[in-house]
């Protein structure tokens, strides 16, 4: 009975040692799918980090002209929104370096969106300065700004005079945005 009782034991260690961990052959089969997922992933994630971008540059140029209006209003002050070293159509348009500067008539820089966190994003304008008045914080110009990752996909941030309103949309309703009208 005692050397069944060792054989028994010498059984079960034996057992536990060889599922105790992995190969070397079965984590290199491991790897080798996990690189070829990632590598079959990659370009989804590439274009969703663009479609990110492109979202983020209109929510922050939406953001800018909101404040330029607000603060036009709040201070008394006129307020002008000036693009600087961009191009005047789509045609044009370059992932050059680039600002959109919101100033105050007395100098000092409210608010500012630049090239410098959307370098691959090309953008445009169709106005050189957009003015807020002071006392109903419309713009004093219809106009837009127009960017794009992929040329086939540009969105548009609208000023409108008339109804003082800023419209974000897109052509071919990309990105999930309304399509400009």
Same mark, same amino acid.
């Given at each position: 009975?005692?050397?069944e009782?060792?054989?028994r034991?010498?059984?079960?260690?034996?057992?536990?040692?060889?599922?105790c961990?992995?190969?070397?052959?079965?984590?290199?089969? +491991?790897?080798?799918?996990? *690189?070829?997922?990632?590598? =079959? @992933? %990659?370009? /989804?994630?590439?274009?969703l980090? $663009?479609?990110?971008?492109?979202?983020?540059?209109?929510?922050?140029?939406?953001?800018?002209?909101?404040?330029?209006k607000?603060?036009s209003?709040l201070?008394?002050?006129?307020?002008? +929104?000036?693009?600087?070293? *961009?191009?005047?159509?789509? =045609? @044009? %348009?370059s /992932?050059?370096?680039?600002?959109i $500067?919101?100033?105050?008539?007395n100098?000092?820089?409210?608010?500012?969106?630049?090239?410098?966190?959307?370098?691959?994003?090309?953008?445009?304008e169709?106005?050189?300065?957009?003015?807020f008045?002071?006392?109903?914080?419309?713009?004093?110009?219809?106009?837009?700004?127009?960017?794009?990752?992929?040329?086939?996909?540009?969105?548009?941030?609208?000023?409108?005079?008339?109804?003082g309103?800023?419209?974000?949309c897109?052509?071919?309703?990309?990105?999930?945005?309304?399509?400009c009208?």
């Amino acid at each position: 009975m005692a050397r069944e009782t060792t054989d028994r034991l010498h059984f079960i260690y034996s057992n536990q040692r060889k599922v105790c961990g992995f190969t070397l052959l079965e984590l290199m089969i +491991v790897i080798t799918v996990m *690189m070829v997922l990632a590598t =079959a @992933a %990659a370009p /989804s994630f590439s274009a969703l980090i $663009e479609s990110n971008k492109v979202k983020r540059l209109a929510t922050e140029i939406e953001w800018l002209l909101v404040q330029a209006k607000s603060e036009s209003v709040l201070r008394g002050l006129a307020v002008m +929104v000036q693009p600087k070293t *961009m191009a005047g159509t789509s =045609a @044009a %348009a370059s /992932s050059s370096p680039w600002s959109i $500067e919101a100033t105050l008539s007395n100098g000092t820089v409210l608010g500012k969106v630049s090239s410098a966190d959307f370098p691959s994003i090309k953008i445009y304008e169709n106005f050189s300065t957009l003015g807020f008045d002071s006392l109903t914080g419309r713009p004093n110009k219809d106009g837009h700004f127009g960017f794009f990752a992929d040329s086939s996909k540009m969105v548009r941030v609208e000023v409108r005079k008339m109804t003082g309103r800023l419209v974000s949309c897109s052509d071919g309703g990309a990105y999930g945005y309304t399509q400009c009208p």
